[in-house]
C-alpha cells in the first residue's frame, strides 16, 4: 500500500481551513480532520477508486464539502491540491478554448 501525503500547498490550505472551522466550531474541525485521515487510508488501500481528474495524472476525490486532487508519483499518493466543492475545477472546460476559438464567429 502507497503512502498518502499532502503537498506543501495543499497542507497550507487544510490547515488554513481548518483554523477558520476550529474558531467557530472545534468538534467539527476535529471531525474534518478526521475525515481526511480515513480518506488517505481508503486511498493507500484503493488509489484508483475515484475518477479521473481534469489534467493527466490525476484523480478527482470528493470529500464532502471538499475535493482533493491527487496523483501518483514516485511511489506515493500526493494530494496535490484541496478546494471548496462549491468551486469549479482549477480548468474548467471554457477555460480550456484557445484564442482561436474564442475569436472565431458563432
Excluded: C
Excluded at 472545534?26 to 478526521?34: K, M, V
Excluded at 493507500?44 to 464532502?64: D, Q, Y
Excluded at 496535490?80 to 472565431?104: C, F, H, M, W
Aim: aromatic share 4%; glycine share 4%.
Amino acid at each position: 500500500m502507497p503512502p498518502v501525503r499532502l503537498s506543501k500547498s495543499a497542507e497550507r490550505w487544510f490547515l488554513k481551513k481548518i483554523a477558520e472551522l476550529a474558531a467557530v466550531n472545534p468538534a467539527a474541525a476535529r471531525r474534518l480532520i478526521d475525515r481526511l485521515e480515513r480518506q488517505k487510508s481508503l486511498l493507500s488501500s484503493f488509489p484508483e477508486m475515484t475518477e479521473k481528474g481534469v489534467l493527466e495524472g490525476t484523480r478527482k476525490v470528493s470529500m464532502p464539502p471538499l475535493v482533493l486532487t491527487t496523483r501518483y508519483r514516485d511511489g506515493v499518493i500526493e494530494v496535490v491540491a484541496i478546494r471548496d466543492g462549491r468551486q469549479k475545477d482549477a480548468y474548467a472546460p471554457d477555460e480550456l478554448l484557445s484564442e482561436n476559438e474564442e475569436d472565431t464567429p458563432g
